[in-house]
């Protein structure tokens, strides 16, 4: 009888094309599949709570697939992780109560942004957070990063291209703190549109700095893209936290 | 004039043959030497603070050299780094004073080791702390390293082939704490034999299990380095803090 598998993975973009299937091969989800049709003897598609870019980490993303193998469901992160690179963890799975759809029953995403604000970047850090030698005024990142929380068009924190249904997202939470040596910018949202979260960040650099300070309005009042200024690189970027209705991964990994 | 520019660097030791100039080429030493021929346009012998292992990794390593280029002491941070790769960084540099010699007047050096007490490893950490999934016992860890405080000859904490002209080493302090979901070894000493952090964390890690309880104490009276149990690997280990007369890293390199 076919059963769904929900997980927690993490993984370590650096290394990775993002989330999705690429030609490159080195797309997360298909090395994942690939690790699945090892170990179930069939085709699996696994369902992520959203897909990630190339060079995006995750600290907790949650994708399900369908199974009619016998490895009980508990298992599976134990299983994969044997073969799996060590860049990718599976760190928890169960059997998904009935319905259950990774992305579609998505209530609440939580992203972190890290930046090193030093003068000479550091080496361990160098994968997870921007280098950003601009002295930056935490009091001045904060007044930015309140303006996103509500409800807004995010028409302007988008990647140009791309066409959604709606570009109108709320924000619950939007703040930056400092955590060992890093400032840290913490955001939770009832969803993301593509790129918004580092285009929002890109557009609080400069915030903090005292630059371009009238475009984190500008851009929410008008949706004009121009606005909001450059896009922060991705490999400051984690996937930090996804709730459901009835499941967080936060009680399992401290985001 | 010459003149003798000391400097601190971090490195991500996980690419390298650790500190030594080795015949693959990948020693740091060799590395930085080669930036620095570039810098100065002459051959400079780096001194650092002491080797660190293939694998090990520096938040601050001191190292010293001569030169009488008219680059200042003060710019060669900067300067190095921008031929540097990304897993080493140079994070300060200035004029020595008179005399000064990063190897033979280190005062007290300071490693730290991190252990990921887990299940499944973390992919965030996987280069920097090991993963160990048998239970630790906070409270026995401590009660190991508590031993280790003091003046001992530490002959059975070295690895075997190496003849230094004295075994006795002084160690200050000695303990774990908790830190951001890893279990984290700090350790002071007047100086460390090769191997001897990662000797005395492989015996701790049997003494927080309730293994091999007598094995430190034996080791440390009668000098045999059977009792002392295997060898923690590299990358878990962290050259911390080195401190000087009148000049320690952690005003600059927070520890």
Redesign the interface.
Known sequence: MKRRVRMII???GTNYEGWQRQLTGMGIQQIMEEELFKLTGHECVLNASGRTDSGV?A?AQVAHFDTDCRIPAEKF??AL?TGLP??????YSDEAPQGFHARFDVKRKHYRYAVKNT??????T?N?ALHYHWKLDMAKLNEAAAMFVGEHDFKAFMAVGVKPKSTVRTIYSSEWKEE??LLVFNVAGSGFLYNMVRIMVGAMLQYGQNRNTDGIRLALETGKRDYAGPTAPAHGLTLARVQYDGFDTADIV?P
């Open positions: 993490q993984y370590d980490h600290l992160a134990f992780n060590r860049d990718i963890r599976a760190v003068r000479h970047d550091c080496p361990f160098r997870y060992n040596g401290k």
